[in-house]
């Protein structure tokens, strides 16, 4: 079993830049696939980046691409959203997730860190 932790959440303004992270517990993290989704009030929690287990390929949500990017360290167990030229849109509590599969469906998710951006 894998147990996600998210930190790096908090209040920005429009324009800021936050980096979260995502400390996975276990040895086997480098053999899961990794992302970050979102969800804002009254909507769907929605994929922002995956990456595979070598950081070697990646996606993005097509709205967020050139601003948002996604990493891993397998060293520290962590995966990385930096998160540039924030928008009072991307308001969202940010959930990491773990798959067995790139581009899978996820098997085991974070408690969500909040992430507000002011305009």
């Known amino acids: 079993q894998v147990q996600l932790v998210e930190s790096g959440g908090g209040f920005v303004q429009a324009g800021g830049s936050l980096r979260l992270s995502c400390a996975a517990s276990g040895r086997t993290f480098s053999s899961y696939a990794m992302g970050w989704c979102r969800q804002a009030p009254g909507k769907e929690r929605d994929l922002v980046a995956s990456i595979n287990w070598s950081g070697a390929s990646t996606d993005y949500a097509d709205s967020l691409k050139g601003r948002f990017l996604i990493s891993r360290d397998n060293a520290k167990n962590t995966v990385y959203l930096q998160m540039n030229s924030l928008k009072p849109e991307d308001t969202a509590v940010y959930y990491c997730?773990?798959?067995?599969?790139?581009?899978?469906?996820?098997?085991?998710w974070g408690q969500g860190t909040q992430v507000t951006v002011s305009s």
């Open positions: 997730a773990a798959s067995r599969r790139f581009r899978g469906s996820y098997d085991y």
